[in-house]
């Protein structure tokens, strides 16, 4: 039963010694047409990068846009709660409407 089976020693198998895998019934395509569809396939990538880079681009800026009133309130809040663990008074707040702080701020150039 065992004695169709060959036993060797790990030191009589040449490791260095490339093994192709067999090739699988059927036709394969040429190696011209893989590397042409290789080719398109990177076209079509870089073409989606390059157009997707200024949506991406424009989408952050929104994004950092909008996040500067979030930022700016979360700044008061944490100087606020700072202000009241050292026991300062709170600060006087400028009711001012923005409108005419902003023309204040033309008038005063």
């Known amino acids: 039963m065992f004695s169709d089976l060959i036993l060797c020693s790990p030191w009589l198998i040449n490791?260095?010694?490339?093994?192709?895998?067999k090739q699988l019934p059927?036709?394969?395509?040429?190696?011209w047409l893989q590397q042409l569809i290789s080719?398109?396939?990177?076209?079509?990538?870089?073409?989606w990068m390059v157009t997707?880079?200024?949506?991406l681009l424009v989408v952050g800026l929104i994004a950092a846009v909008l996040l500067i009133p979030v930022l700016k309130q979360l700044r008061?809040?944490?100087d606020q709660i700072e202000r009241t663990q050292r026991g300062d008074s709170v600060p006087p707040q400028d009711?001012?409407?923005?409108?005419?702080r902003v023309w204040?701020?033309?008038n005063s150039r």
């Open 15 to 21: 490791h260095a010694a490339p093994q192709r895998m």
């Open 26 to 31: 059927g036709r394969s395509r040429p190696p």
């Open 39 to 47: 080719f398109a396939v990177l076209v079509i990538v870089t073409v």
């Open 52 to 55: 997707l880079l200024p949506v």
């Open 76 to 78: 008061q809040e944490i």
């Open 95 to 100: 009711v001012t409407p923005w409108h005419r």
């Open 104 to 106: 204040n701020r033309w």
